[in-house]
């Protein structure tokens, strides 16, 4: 089981690209795009903003970016196209909003977003989300656009889901994670990513964000258990390898959930070999992509 783990004097921010097993040669760009997405997020928390925007601002980097499973670059369902879900969540309020299902925004994270500011609702999925977003002037893209073509080499695309979590200067939390789902699924299949307490969750002590098999994820609501257990064990590790041993035992399945905890600890855990990580802290920098080494 991989860990890295640290603690901040005052904010943080950790990003993760995805827990599956991809090209090695691949792996160089990976660690550079979550640096790159960890220093966007860094830059809004140095500036004094909020934990929510410093995270939907890492994922957006990363929904841009090609090589990752969100976005433009999302997996390829069953039938060739692309379907998209994300959500986030802010630990200080509880307001959270979701988007499951959607193929018309090039960054589903923004639309979660809007949900969460400007509708009365946590979810909206399909086409009911689509409305919303260009009632809220999301511009409109079409799904083809964020298909690229070396992303037909589908096993390249297994959980290469982005995440962020964050801690800004008052102490707020939030979680934000955005994926193409998983490559080959069913068209109309929803993972973990955007369920609240699944793949995405915050309070007011813990904030995670959750990368691998949905459906093991979601069966053990992950993300709600990681936090829980940092209430309980009152150590960020601790309660990420908790959290994960028992996903392992209980249904099986890949996964990587990553931590960050109201005293500035943070925390990665994984079971499978690679998952680009950057968490940037007021102790510096750590950049990663395997279980092991760099
Ligand atoms: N958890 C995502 C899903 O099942 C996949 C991933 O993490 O890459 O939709």
């Known amino acids: 089981m991989g860990r890295i783990s640290g603690r901040s004097m005052e904010t943080a921010i950790v990003v993760h690209g995805g827990c599956g097993r991809v090209e090695e040669s691949s792996l160089e760009e990976r660690r550079a795009g979550v640096r790159q997405a960890a220093e966007r997020g860094w830059e809004i928390l140095r500036a004094g903003g909020s934990a929510l925007d410093a995270a939907e601002a890492a994922v957006v980097v990363?929904?841009?970016?090609?090589?990752?499973?969100?976005?433009?670059?999302?997996?390829?369902?069953?039938?060739?196209?692309?379907?998209?879900?994300?959500?986030?969540?802010?630990?200080?309020?509880?307001r959270a909003g979701a988007v499951a299902c959607v193929s018309r925004v090039a960054n589903p994270i923004q639309l979660a977003r809007r949900v969460m500011d400007a509708s009365p609702h946590v979810m909206l999925c399909g086409a009911g989300a689509e409305a919303f977003a260009v009632e809220q002037g999301l511009p409109a893209c079409d799904w083809r656009e964020l298909v690229v073509a070396d992303r037909r080499c589908q096993w390249e695309r297994e959980h290469g889901t982005v995440?962020?979590?964050?801690?800004?200067?008052?102490?707020?939390?939030?979680?934000?994670?955005?994926?193409?789902?998983?490559?080959?699924?069913?068209?109309?299949?929803?993972?973990?990513?955007?369920?609240?307490?699944?793949?995405?969750?915050?309070?007011?002590?813990?904030?995670?964000?959750?990368?691998?098999?949905?459906?093991?994820?979601?069966?053990?609501?992950?993300?709600?258990?990681?936090?829980?257990w940092r209430e309980r064990l009152g150590e960020a590790q601790a309660a990420a390898e908790r959290a994960l041993a028992e996903l392992t035992a209980e249904v099986g399945g890949e996964a990587g959930p990553i931590l960050v905890d109201r005293g500035g600890g943070f925390a990665i855990a994984q079971n499978t070999p690679h998952m680009p990580v950057c968490a940037i802290h007021a102790g510096g920098v750590v950049v990663r992509s395997h279980t092991t080494g760099s």
């Open 163 to 228: 995440g962020a979590v964050a801690l800004d200067a008052r102490g707020g939390l939030a979680a934000a994670t955005s994926t193409g789902g998983t490559s080959g699924k069913l068209p109309g299949r929803v993972g973990d990513t955007p369920i609240i307490g699944a793949g995405t969750y915050a309070d007011q002590a813990a904030a995670v964000s959750c990368t691998g098999t949905g459906e093991s994820i979601l069966r053990m609501t992950l993300a709600r258990m990681a936090a829980l």
């Open 62 to 94: 990363l929904e841009d970016l090609p090589l990752f499973n969100a976005g433009r670059g999302s997996a390829l369902t069953r039938d060739g196209r692309i379907e998209m879900d994300a959500a986030l969540m802010d630990g200080a309020t509880r």
